[in-house]
């Protein structure tokens, strides 16, 4: 059972995240590396302004706002300053970790264990002991659904269908007489403020802001995207987004699977490029079927 709800609090967690991939690597087909610096963006704003005294639900929404302003940065580069996609992500990856770090105060690790967090409040603190071991997937559970149900509300306005254009047919865009440029830029500011948002909760899960967190995160991202989106190919009724969180939950379940089966915790970037290499070949497999049939 502890398993089970671990898989679960670490599915939950990285399905945000994840949903900003789906934005920028499915919807805009943009190449974005920011999410590895907006993902602890996102942690080290929530730990610092929680030992300042914040509420730590408001925290969410400053780091919600701070990786928006990542995304933004990024979008800026490639549209305004012409720099290709990839480049003007790194460009802002690589920037991200000094911010990081002064956010912190020039610390690379900075511990939450005594502080009050949406996990571990006065109000949670009053819950049935019995209540105890669910309470955290729980409030895991409203932040990634709630983020779920606002970007799918997004998607059905009539900005959310210039997003969804722009990466599939950018002519129709530009004869609706609106700039692709500004599009994009709306869209990555909204992934990264998901991947920010997720770095956020999951420093108040862990208890702490650690430099290095965000290494890997757009691998992960990645994997949960094309693992969910392949899943439910053939089903019209569900959708991308359910796909996406159900994708990053199976992916860490598999993590979990491969743990249980001896592998230490110290090979999870191995098992992590295993495990999206693997889900790459079923795809390209799947697609060479496909085309053959």
């Given at each position: 059972?502890?398993?089970?709800?671990?898989?679960?609090?670490?599915?939950?967690?990285?399905?945000?995240?994840?949903?900003?991939?789906?934005?920028?690597?499915?919807?805009?087909?943009?190449?974005d590396l920011t999410v590895d610096?907006?993902?602890?963006?996102?942690?080290?704003?929530?730990?610092?302004?929680?030992?300042?005294?914040?509420?730590?639900?408001?925290?969410?929404?400053?780091?919600?706002?701070?990786?928006?302003?990542?995304?933004?940065?990024?979008?800026v580069i490639h549209v305004k300053?012409?720099?290709?996609?990839?480049?003007?992500?790194?460009?802002?990856?690589?920037?991200?970790?000094?911010?990081?770090?002064?956010?912190?105060?020039?610390?690379?690790?900075?511990?939450?264990?005594?502080?009050?967090?949406?996990?571990?409040?006065?109000?949670?603190?009053?819950?049935?002991?019995?209540?105890?071991?669910?309470?955290?997937?729980?409030?895991?559970?409203?932040?990634?659904?709630?983020?779920?149900?606002?970007?799918?509300?997004?998607?059905?306005?009539?900005?959310?269908?210039?997003?969804?254009?722009?990466?599939?047919?950018?002519?129709?865009?530009?004869?609706?007489?609106?700039?692709?440029?500004?599009?994009?830029?709306?869209?990555?500011?909204?992934?990264?403020?998901?991947?920010?948002?997720?770095?956020?909760?999951?420093?108040?899960?862990?208890?702490?802001?650690?430099?290095?967190?965000?290494?890997?995160?757009?691998v992960i991202g990645l994997a949960?995207?094309?693992?969910?989106?392949?899943?439910?190919?053939?089903?019209?009724?569900?959708?991308?987004?359910?796909?996406?969180?159900?994708?990053?939950?199976?992916?860490?379940?598999?993590?979990?699977?491969?743990?249980?089966?001896?592998?230490?915790?110290?090979?999870?970037?191995?098992?992590?490029?295993?495990?999206?290499?693997?889900?790459?070949?079923?795809?390209?497999?799947?697609?060479?079927?496909?085309?053959?049939?």
């Open positions: 059972m502890t398993i089970l709800i671990g898989v679960l609090e670490q599915g939950l967690i990285y399905a945000i995240l994840a949903l900003g991939v789906y934005i920028t690597y499915k919807i805009l087909d943009f190449p610096g907006s993902f602890p963006l996102g942690a080290s704003v929530s730990a610092v302004l929680i030992i300042k005294g914040w509420n730590p639900f408001l925290t969410l929404a400053a780091a919600l706002l701070a990786g928006m302003l990542a995304g933004v940065v990024t979008g300053f012409h720099v290709r996609d990839l480049i003007s992500s790194v460009i802002t990856m690589t920037a991200l970790y000094t911010i990081n770090l002064r956010i912190a105060g020039g610390i690379a690790n900075l511990p939450l264990f005594s502080r009050d967090s949406i996990f571990d409040n006065a109000a949670t603190r009053k819950l049935p002991p019995a209540v105890g071991p669910y309470v955290t997937v729980f409030v895991i559970a409203v932040v990634a659904f709630a983020a779920k149900g606002l970007l799918d509300a997004y998607l059905n306005t009539k900005s959310g269908y210039l997003l969804r254009a722009v990466g599939d047919n950018p002519t129709l865009v530009t004869s609706l007489a609106k700039d692709n440029g500004k599009v994009k830029i709306v869209g990555l500011s909204i992934a990264n403020g998901l991947v920010s948002l997720s770095g956020a909760v999951m420093a108040q899960q862990q208890g702490f802001f650690e430099i290095s967190m965000g290494t890997g995160a757009i949960s995207v094309i693992m969910g989106t392949n899943l439910f190919r053939s089903s019209s009724k569900i959708r991308g987004t359910t796909a996406v969180v159900v994708g990053s939950i199976l992916y860490k379940a598999c993590v979990a699977i491969a743990i249980a089966l001896g592998l230490a915790a110290q090979d999870m970037k191995l098992i992590t490029a295993v495990l999206l290499f693997l889900i790459l070949i079923l795809n390209f497999d799947k697609k060479k079927v496909k085309i053959s049939a």
